[in-house]
């Protein structure tokens, strides 16, 4: 694939929606023209264009907020893009971890169970989606009081303690022959586990496709 293949429109742009590779969160939504997008091939980190002022920008250039690119991808019309990245704090102006915090429409409970979608076996594993997708959002915001916040601020040395610690309530709580402290700690042990992916850039994605590669041997 080469850049003069992709269709930008008839202003010379083209809309670049960023997610995060890791939770895979949509950050923002931006446009590109082509020095924009020859500039974030370059320099691996997003580069826009801005309508309103008809100029470059480089993200994160004042605030320190910039986003390290893993990918970029295009659609099967070739004008329209994803950037995967790893961001460096907030993608949003108002310092949140992502533009889009408002929502139109939320399923409740009661809709889900007139789906046939509530306790389904295979959904009792969105949890683990959904606290990934939650730490990136205490990784990158650091609200005051989260215990969440305390572990990235402290670092990966602390991080690892705990992932230690929890491993070892693990075996004793197993050793113990005890069900529901097993339980508990087990479902520590996965926070914390998930704090480390989180600060190690790891996604849950891969450790998922580690275990099909392994399964399929």
């Known amino acids: 694939m080469k850049l003069h293949e992709i269709q930008f429109d008839e202003k010379g742009l083209i ?12 950050l923002t939504v931006a446009y590109m023209n082509k020095e924009s997008l020859q500039k974030s091939i370059e320099t ?15 993200k994160g250039e004042t605030s320190g907020n910039t986003q390290l690119i893993v990918d970029i991808r295009f659609d099967c019309d070739k004008d329209a893009l994803v ?17 889009f915090q408002g929502r139109l429409f ?3 409970k009661q809709d889900q169970k007139e789906k ?30 989260s215990y969440t916040t305390y572990l990235f601020n402290e670092g990966v040395d602390k991080i ?9 309530e693990v075996i004793i ?10 339980t508990s700690e087990s479902a520590d042990l996965l926070y914390h586990l998930l704090v480390l992916l989180r600060e190690q850039k ?4 891969d450790i998922m496709r580690k275990l099909e590669e392994r399964h399929k041997e």
Do not use: M
């Open 44 to 58: 691996k980190e997003t580069w826009f264009f801005s309508r309103s002022r008809q100029e470059l920008w480089h």
């Open 202 to 205: 790891v996604p849950l994605d």
């Open 160 to 168: 690892l303690k705990k992932v230690g610690e929890e491993a070892s």
């Open 15 to 26: 809309p670049a929606i960023v997610q995060d590779a890791q939770s895979k969160e949509v």
């Open 106 to 108: 939320e399923e409740t």
């Open 83 to 99: 950037i995967l990245v790893h961001p460096n704090g907030p993608a949003c102006h108002n310092g949140t971890y992502s533009c």
């Open 116 to 145: 046939g979608l509530v306790d389904r076996p295979e959904r009792s594993f969105d949890i683990l989606n959904t606290l990934e997708s939650v730490l990136a959002t205490r990784e990158t915001e650091r609200p005051e009081g």
């Open 173 to 182: 709580a197993a050793k113990n022959r005890d069900k529901e402290e097993l």
